[in-house]
């Protein structure tokens, strides 16, 4: 089984085996809740649509997708020299005020909270700031090999994310 390399509450990888013979026959999954992209990642199909209404972290695929060496670079410094909780703070602010500016950086910082931040939630505030807690692990571990698989897919699969909703994608 391959991991996501991401953490994504109510993600579907325990329940993989029992809902793979669920999943339709066909050249193309369309994927609504993409989540952690554990169905996507463990799966056959010759093209893939992945949504999910969460944009940051479509634009983190996506990154992850198209500029794989650099989101990598850029993540692993902040791993590497970002676990303290007044590091997290720092990174969470900086991720915060990026608000609209969907570039390389914004993906890495993502990436870094979600593996930093308490069990990998994902929630934000009334203004769309971003407000999990710090996680306090240990050493974090930064997923550059699952990266790079999800990367290698994704190209290979011509897959196609989406910011949207279930019921419009539908």
Known sequence: MIRPFIKWPGGKSRVLPDLLPYLPKGDRLIEPFVGGASVFLNTDYRHYVLADINADLIWL????????????????????DGNSAQAYEEY????NSSQGHFNVRRAALFLYLNRHGFNG?????????FNVPYGRYEKP????????LFAEK?????????????????
């Open 121 to 129: 939630m994902c929630r934000y505030n009334a203004r769309g700031g």
């Open 61 to 80: 695929y996506q990154t992850a997708t198209n500029r794989t060496k650099e989101l990598i670079h850029i993540a692993d410094e902040m791993f590497r």
């Open 92 to 95: 969470r602010s900086r991720f």
């Open 141 to 148: 571990y930064f997923p550059e090999t699952e990266i790079k």
């Open 154 to 170: 994704a190209k290979d699969t011509n897959a196609i994310f989406f910011v949207m909703s279930f019921d419009l994608l539908l």
